[in-house]
């Protein structure tokens, strides 16, 4: 879980994030307070800053972005955003 803090714009980067929106999350737990440090994630689901949200890092990331071309090579990709949180109910 994170919230988005911001975002980043990069004109030069390779050409597997081309067309995605780049978020800058803080990672948080089930109190909604931050934990570890801020990140950039490529955004599927159009989050946007003070979204609480959910992530998958890793191969779970590259994999996340339904619209990627199959026959692409390699995904730089290791940190995407894939869910909007509601609400948290403990």
């Known amino acids: 879980m994170a919230r988005v803090v911001g975002s980043v714009v990069a004109t030069q980067k390779d050409p597997s ?3 995605k929106k780049l978020m800058i999350v803080q990672q ?4 909604q307070q931050p934990v ?12 946007g800053i003070g979204d609480n949200v959910l992530i998958v890092r890793g191969a779970g990331a590259r994999r996340a972005d ?4 199959e026959d692409q090579v390699r995904d730089v990709n290791d940190c995407t955003i894939v869910g909007i949180i509601d609400r948290f109910d403990k």
């Open 66 to 69: 339904k619209e990627r071309d």
């Open 28 to 31: 948080i737990n089930s109190d």
């Open 36 to 47: 570890r440090f801020e990140q950039v994630a490529a955004d599927t689901v159009n989050a």
């Open 17 to 19: 994030l081309v067309g």
